[in-house]
Nanobody, 121 residues
Framework: HVQLVESGGGSVQAGGSLTLSCTASGYSFSSCEMGWYRQAPGKERELVSTISRTGTINYADSVKGRFTISQDKSNNTLTLQMSSLKPEDTAMYYC????????????????WGQGTQVTVS
C-alpha cells in the first residue's frame, strides 16, 4: 500500500532555512503528481507546491523565490527546500500523492503523510 513519510521539520529563526523530505513507498514514484501542503493553526490547509507527472512545477505565490520542490525518483524522495523563512510559514507540512486515472492531486483523493511541523520565529 501507499505510504508517505515526512521528515525535516523543526524550529528556526526568521530568515533561516529548512529542508523537508518525503519518502514514498508502495507505488511507482514517476506515475503520480506529488505535492506539499501546509496547514497553520486556525487556517485552511493550503497548497504549497506541486510537481506533475512530467516534471512541471508550481508554487503558491507566498513561497515563490524562497521554496524549491524537487524529486529524486531513484530513491522515491520528494524534497522541499525552504529558505528565507518567515513566521507566516509556520505550519504543519504534509506530503501528498495524487490519485485517480491520471494520478493528479485532488483527482479523486490524496494520499497523505503524517506531517512535519515547521515553526518560524
Amino acid at each position: 500500500h501507499v505510504q508517505l513519510v515526512e521528515s525535516g521539520g523543526g524550529s528556526v529563526q526568521a530568515g533561516g532555512s529548512l529542508t523537508l523530505s518525503c519518502t514514498a513507498s508502495g507505488y511507482s514514484f514517476s506515475s503520480c503528481e506529488m505535492g506539499w501542503y501546509r496547514q497553520a493553526p486556525g487556517k485552511e490547509r493550503e497548497l504549497v507546491s506541486t510537481i506533475s507527472r512530467t516534471g512541471t512545477i508550481n508554487y503558491a505565490d507566498s513561497v515563490k523565490g524562497r521554496f524549491t520542490i524537487s524529486q529524486d525518483k531513484s530513491n522515491n524522495t520528494l524534497t522541499l527546500q525552504m529558505s528565507s523563512l518567515k513566521p507566516e510559514d509556520t505550519a504543519m507540512y504534509y506530503c501528498a500523492r495524487g490519485s485517480g486515472g491520471y494520478c493528479y492531486l485532488e483527482g479523486a483523493y490524496n494520499y497523505w503523510g503524517q506531517g512535519t511541523q515547521v515553526t518560524v520565529s
